[in-house]
């Protein structure tokens, strides 16, 4: 068939041919030229070319919605000369949840407040724990003595709790403003001024509860008090620092591996036999590229291992604040503890077993 017609185009005359063809042109010409001049007009009149029944459907909806949007126009400024408050609760019920979606919602919310919760109890739990016991505990490197005080209270009594600070009463009653610079250990200028202003009543309620308070303790020398040597069943210092200022990053590393290290050495000769340390350390940097476990590893000798691993829990000691090294800032000092409950760890070290022989060498040195 197709074959056929093929055959008769071919037959048919030339010029008739070009004739239809041109026509057929021209038609399609007049039709493009007649649909573009109504999208025109259609633009201009969006109403033009419909039917007279379907121009008043729609001119009758337009009418329903531009006074209901005035409605909800006239509520808006309402709300406007009320409260802030109000205004918001208008604008967001219009976004508002339907009734099912929202219960959804707030389940969803408070399995998750629940989960949260949970978890929260379990963190107190866990870091509590570490200090259930009725032996010794040595704290280094207090601040303002805020964590002595929670852990008094939270263990019923300062008994066996000796919580030091690297600073002197001078230095801790001193105002706050008279930062004077010193020259410390590890070559670095401590800045070491009116550094703690809550210090001296903190340390006074500690005392209360049955606890001891030491000053000018330095970590890195426990060992030379006498008294403290094979004396403690945990040594404990939160966030070491030395809060030097140093701007160049591999030697300020370099200066907190070094303080660690004599911390270290120092601290397990003052350990009883079933002795630990504990170092509280924030997450991220500088403070990995610390290698706390490696450099405590090292430091003993391969005596003092890595036990365990535990959130710090900022809720478990209540009343704690945390402090820098430079001293209270009106400005940073509330943003501290937020930034602990983003994420800190207690790094737990315990004697290895059967290395008698290598704590011994260390002792030695
Ligand atoms: C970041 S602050 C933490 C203070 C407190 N532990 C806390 O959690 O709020 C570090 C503390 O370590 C102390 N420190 C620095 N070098 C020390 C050293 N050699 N011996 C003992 N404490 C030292 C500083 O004086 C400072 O109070």
Redesign the pocket.
């Known amino acids: 068939m197709a074959h056929k017609l093929l055959k008769g185009v071919r037959s048919a005359k030339k010029s008739s041919l070009k004739k239809q063809f041109k026509q057929d042109k021209e038609k399609k010409r007049q039709k493009a030229a007649q649909k573009a001049k109504r999208e025109e007009e259609r633009d201009e009149n969006p109403l033009a070319g419909l039917k007279k029944w379907q121009k008043k459907a729609i001119r009758q909806e337009a009418a329903a919605q531009a006074a209901a949007a005035a409605q909800a126009a006239a509520g808006l400024a309402k709300a406007k000369v009320t409260t802030k408050r109000a205004r918001a609760k208008v604008e967001s019920a219009a976004e508002a949840p339907s009734p099912g979606q929202s219960s959804q919602r707030s389940q969803k919310e408070k399995k998750l407040a629940k989960k949260e919760a949970r978890q929260q109890a379990h963190q107190q739990r866990q870091h509590r724990e570490l200090y259930a016991g009725s032996g010794r505990v040595l704290?280094?490197?207090?601040?303002?003595f805020?964590?002595a005080r929670a852990l008094c209270e939270v263990r019923g009594s300062g008994d066996g709790i000796y919580a030091?600070?690297?600073?002197g009463e001078a230095t801790l009653k001193r105002s706050l403003g008279s930062v004077r610079r010193k020259n410390?250990?590890y070559g670095t200028g401590?800045q070491?001024g009116g550094?703690?202003p809550d210090a001296v009543e903190l340390q006074k309620q500690v005392e209360e509860k049955g606890g001891t308070t030491l000053l000018n303790?330095?970590?890195?020398?426990l060992h030379k008090v006498r008294e403290f040597r094979d004396a403690f069943s945990i040594i404990l210092?939160?966030?070491?620092?030395?809060?030097a200022g140093e701007k160049d990053v591999e030697k300020n590393n370099d200066l907190h591996r070094k303080?660690l290290s004599?911390?270290f050495m120092s601290a397990l000769r003052c350990l009883d036999e079933q002795g630990t340390v504990h170092v509280?350390m924030k997450e991220g940097e500088p403070y990995k590229s610390w290698k706390i476990v490696q450099l405590a590893k090292v430091s003993t000798d391969g005596v003092l291992q890595l036990q365990k691993v535990v959130p710090f829990s900022l809720s478990a000691w209540p009343g704690?604040?945390?402090?820098?090294?430079r001293g209270f800032n009106e400005r940073f000092s509330k943003k501290?503890n937020e930034e602990l409950a983003k994420g800190a760890k207690v790094y737990v070290f315990a004697r290895s077993q059967g290395n008698a022989e290598a704590e011994q060498d260390a002792e030695d040195e």
């Open positions: 704290l280094v490197g207090e601040g303002n805020s964590f030091s600070a690297f600073d410390a250990a401590l070491n550094k703690y303790v330095d970590a890195t020398k210092w939160n966030f070491p620092h030395l809060g303080l004599a911390f509280a704690y604040e945390h402090r820098r090294t501290d």
